[in-house]
């Protein structure tokens, strides 16, 4: 399968600290993304990284990306009750389909 | 703009019924996708049209039919519903970067019975 794999499957934090979630995948990549889904909505885009680029920001996130061990990573700063969510990778194969795992499901503690 | 917009957001059936789900996006985007989602679970790719005209069958398309009416409208159809074909299906588009990024509409909740 070429979909991502996110780990862990469930986090847990209190409010103010940050979350930290990974991404592993199989094959070479065009550029991996990043979303968002609250509970009982649609997926929500949070942030694109090219396979050529090695780190991005948005806000309070950062996203990693390291091609040679086929792996990225999502992190939230100041974590804040509205990130309760499941974030899911997306690597892009080339061919155009998003193809997604489990998801992490991030829990903020208040 | 309402981005991507799904009707109806719930729907319950008997198995045997059918039934379609309607998308529709207001971005101009050239390519639209149906998934759906169990519990628990990650998206799974039913169908998929990379342009008007043009439809492809994706992870999981037993069961399903799909028509790329125009450009802005992509329908869902289920012509015999199964219990196992409950789910929330989502419908997405993306637009004409190569980046693929997607917009995903709010769902439809199916349970069969």
């Known amino acids: ?110 | 703009n309402a981005g991507v917009t799904q009707t109806p957001k719930f729907q319950v059936l008997k198995t045997g019924q059918s039934m379609t789900l309607q998308c529709a996006q207001d971005m101009n985007h050239n390519s639209m996708y149906w998934y759906r989602q169990d519990p628990g679970m990650g998206l799974r790719l039913i169908y998929y049209s990379a342009s008007e005209g043009t439809t492809d069958k994706g992870e999981v398309p037993n069961g399903y039919n799909v028509s790329r009416l125009n450009k802005r409208e992509f329908s869902l159809r289920l012509e015999s519903a199964a219990p196992s074909q409950t789910s929330v299906y989502f419908c997405a588009s993306s637009g004409l970067s190569k980046s693929y990024e997607q917009y995903f509409g709010p769902g439809t909740r199916l349970t069969v019975t």
């Open chain 1, 1 to 110: 399968s070429q979909q991502g794999e996110e780990d862990p499957q469930a986090l847990s934090i209190q409010e103010g600290e940050n979350a930290t979630m990974n991404c592993s995948y199989k094959t070479s990549i065009n550029n991996l993304q990043w979303y968002r889904q609250n509970s009982g909505r649609g997926l929500v885009h949070l942030i694109l990284i090219r396979s050529n680029e090695r780190e991005k920001h948005s806000g309070r996130l950062r996203v990693t990306l390291d091609t040679s061990k086929k792996s990225s990573s999502l992190l939230i700063t100041a974590s804040r009750a509205a990130d309760t969510a499941s974030y899911f990778c997306a690597p892009v194969f080339g061919n155009e389909k998003l193809t997604f795992g489990t998801g992490t499901r991030l829990t903020i503690i208040p």
